[in-house]
């Protein structure tokens, strides 16, 4: 059984930014896909970017060019470098491994003056 722990989460003003980290109790295999996810009050949950093995990256077209996507697989660990973060990013963030699905437990992340 894997485990996925996220980390990172926190309040940050306009403009600012976050580092998210997720790291994998278990051992996954290099060649699954990672991302992360995010769900904001009153909405549904909506994929933000994602990893495959080989390290090609997609992201939602909201956050193209602010947040970056990372994994280490020597430590079994995946990262979302969050930039220039506006109020709208606000949200309860996941991490999630497929085609193997496994979900951390969220971290929240608020954007707000």
């Known amino acids: 059984q894997v485990q996925l722990v996220e980390s990172g989460g926190g309040l940050v003003q306009p403009g600012g930014s976050l580092r998210l980290s997720c790291a994998a109790s278990?051992?996954?295999?290099?060649?699954?896909?990672m991302g992360w996810y995010r769900q904001a009050p009153g909405k549904q949950r909506e994929l933000v970017a994602a990893i495959t093995g080989a390290g090609t990256t997609n992201y939602a077209d909201s956050v193209k060019g602010r947040f970056t996507i990372s994994r280490d697989n020597a430590k079994n660990t995946v990262y979302l470098e969050m930039n220039s973060l506006k109020p709208e990013d606000t949200a309860v963030y996941y991490c999630?491994?497929?085609?193997?699905?496994?979900w951390g437990q969220g971290t929240q992340v608020t954007v707000s003056s």
């Open positions: 278990g051992s996954i295999s290099s060649s699954a896909q």
């Open positions: 999630r491994t497929w085609p193997v699905s496994y």
